[in-house]
């Protein structure tokens, strides 16, 4: 049974689904699944597998079904953290485990550093942290160069550009940026310009989150296990290098899943990875 939920808080209204009882009914902590830009949608296969556990999922502030009172239109990581904080003081269930991918992986490891007896198992999946990478400067230059094919094509040509950033090997160099713009056509997409401009992906929108630089010090004195998660197949990729080097500042190396970016989702997104493979991954490393 899914229960649906509104939290409100300074600044938004925090919509959050629960599955399963709270308390819970082994006893062990709530499974908090977050991400960004995605909300909770991305996540109903994985949440399936765990019908064992109670799982919590939200939508970040001003994302799927959670609306901002703020005046803002970025996505920053520390609000956002403080945000998953208030939710988890709202149940009284904490401390909590948490799977965290992509930009939520990235509030979770600023939760950690703020709040850092709320969770007691973090895995962070593919934090797509610039300042870690040592070509950070021209990842950013890649970055700017996606959002201004965006801003000037929109997001069908925004998304082609942001494709060929996230599946480049290796280190932004010289050869990347020789490179023409890729036609949205070869990716199957439409090459019209839609319009839109607000993309949490494709605009500034979403900069303070690939801008987070991680406060290390306060994550390795944290109580906190931390698991720095990759995806087999984002091998020397962007999120797959990012990964890489946040784990090497943590002292260790990360943790292999099946797939990719998105090896947890189901068929409903379009872009399904493996979810029954990633599922057992997670329950295996959730598990120590």
């Known amino acids: ?26 006893g062990r902590p709530p499974l908090f699944m977050i991400g960004q830009p995605m909300d909770a949608s991305g996540f109903t296969t994985l949440a399936s597998y765990f019908p064992d556990r109670t799982v919590v999922t939200y939508d970040p502030r001003g994302l799927g079904r959670s609306t901002r009172r703020d005046g803002r239109t970025d996505h920053d990581p520390e ?13 009284g269930a904490g401390p909590v485990e948490m799977f965290a991918s992509s930009g939520g992986a990235v509030t979770a490891l600023a939760l950690v550093a703020a709040f850092p007896d709320d969770v007691t198992t973090l895995v962070a999946h593919e934090p797509p942290v610039i300042p870690v990478l040592p070509d950070a400067a021209a ?7 996606v959002r201004e094919v965006y801003e000037a094509k929109g997001s069908n040509a925004g998304m082609a550009a942001f494709i060929a950033m996230t599946s480049w090997r290796g280190e932004y160099t010289d050869a990347y940026f020789a490179q023409p713009a890729p036609d949205p056509a070869q990716f ?23 801008s987070y630089r991680p406060d290390v010090a306060a994550l390795t004195a944290a109580p906190t296990r931390i698991v720095i998660a990759v995806g087999e ?26 797939s990719g970016h998105g090896g947890f989702l189901g068929p409903e997104s379009g872009f399904p990875g493996q979810p029954e493979a990633f599922a057992r991954t997670l329950r295996a490393v959730l598990a120590g």
């Open 1 to 26: 049974m899914t229960n649906t939920h509104t939290l409100k808080i300074a600044g938004a209204d925090l919509v959050y689904d629960v599955r399963g009882p709270l308390p819970t009914a082994d």
């Open 79 to 91: 609000v956002q953290a403080a945000d998953i904080h208030a939710l988890i003081e709202a149940l």
């Open 139 to 145: 990842a950013e230059r890649a970055r700017g160069a």
């Open 188 to 210: 199957g997409m439409p090459t019209e310009d839609d319009g839109t401009r607000d993309s949490p992906l494709l605009s500034d929108q979403s900069w303070a989150v690939s």
């Open 233 to 258: 197949e984002s091998a020397d990729i962007f999120t797959g290098r990012t990964s890489e080097a946040m784990a090497e500042l943590l002292g260790q190396r990360p943790t292999v899943f099946p």
